[in-house]
């Protein structure tokens, strides 16, 4: 075995070139600090598996060197910890909500005194803000002019609260429509948003709308005409994130009669079976229906149209 004391260094070892013979295997005990150079007579042995076994000893010179490493060790272990990821911006505060305007008030009265007035039988009023340093306008729609003027001066004939108003004529064969919408828990502020390009469309035009703040609810659309006929106008509907377009082929047959068609808007969870079934009934028969099956889940909004 060598000794500690006088390591071979790889300067005194002498390189083995192609050329020169090799020399035949030198037990281990054999080796001395100071290796015997490799004379000529040592040549003829052939080099087969028991040649490799002097070169073990030759390794375990290199085991001094293993303690080196143990210095690398602890200086990697004094490398100090990465530093922790930077904290998450703080959340932007949400912008406090405009305060309502005096229209928003005004409406927001107006409607409190019609929930107050709920006993009229085929009557509802519907306010609406017109916009800034403009009164609330309400729609009135009945198939009676009476009771819309009985309406007027007994709920919006406030000199402090002046209101404007419209009064639509309906048929009594519409009535059922009316009474459905006037039981809804919103009524009289509905939640869709429902609108139209023009409000009086000629006979063989198409009715153009827009309905939103369907969500992702089933969504009738509802046609009742003057003769009290409920008419299902979704196939004319495309509908595009929560939004609805209406574009509907419209025709009146008979004489011009002054009384309005109704469109209503009806948001559900799923397709009401009154409207896939009893599509083409009158009013009078379809809407009680439709009352027992959606009045709880529904959303809905109704408009007044002519066709002319």
């Not at 085991?63 to 602890?74: L, M």
């Not at 005194?113 to 609330?136: M, S, V």
Request: net charge negative; glycine share 4%.
């Amino acid at each position: 075995p060598l000794e500690p004391e006088a390591p071979v260094v790889p300067e005194q070892l002498s390189p083995i070139l192609p050329d020169e013979p090799l020399a035949e295997a030198v037990a281990p005990e054999a080796l001395s600090p100071t290796l015997a150079p490799i004379t000529p007579e040592n040549n003829g042995t052939s080099i087969q598996g028991a040649t490799l076994a002097p070169v073990a000893p030759i390794a375990v010179a290199a085991a001094p060197v293993v303690a080196s490493v143990q210095p690398v060790t602890r200086v990697a272990a004094a490398v100090p910890p990465p530093p922790p990821p930077p904290a998450a911006p703080a959340p932007t505060p949400a912008a406090a909500p405009a305060p309502p305007s005096p229209e928003d008030l005004a409406v927001l009265e107006l409607i409190e005194r019609i929930e107050k007035r709920f006993g009229d039988t085929c009557l509802i009023a519907l306010p609406q803000n017109q916009g800034p340093g403009l009164n609330p306008l309400v729609t009135l729609i009945s198939d009676q002019g009476r009771s819309m003027s009985a309406f007027v001066t007994e709920v919006l004939n406030d000199p402090d609260a002046p209101v404007d108003e419209r009064r639509i004529l309906i048929d009594s064969r519409q009535c059922a429509a009316l009474d459905y919408v006037r039981a809804h828990r919103n009524y009289p502020a509905f939640r869709i948003d429902l609108t139209l390009q023009s409000r009086v469309i000629a006979s063989g035009n198409n009715m153009r709308g827009r309905i939103a703040g369907l969500g992702a609810r089933y969504t009738s659309i509802l046609a009742v005409d003057s003769n009290g006929v409920v008419t299902d106008l979704r196939r004319f509907t495309q509908f595009q994130q929560g939004t609805a377009l209406l574009d509907a082929p419209v025709n009146v047959n008979g004489a011009p009669r002054d009384t309005s068609h109704l469109l209503i808007a009806i948001a559900t969870p799923g397709l009401p079976s009154t409207v896939a079934q009893r599509a083409g009934w009158l009013a009078q028969d379809f809407f009680p229906l439709l009352r027992e099956e959606t009045q709880v889940r529904a959303l809905l909004a109704i408009l007044p149209f002519d066709v002319r």
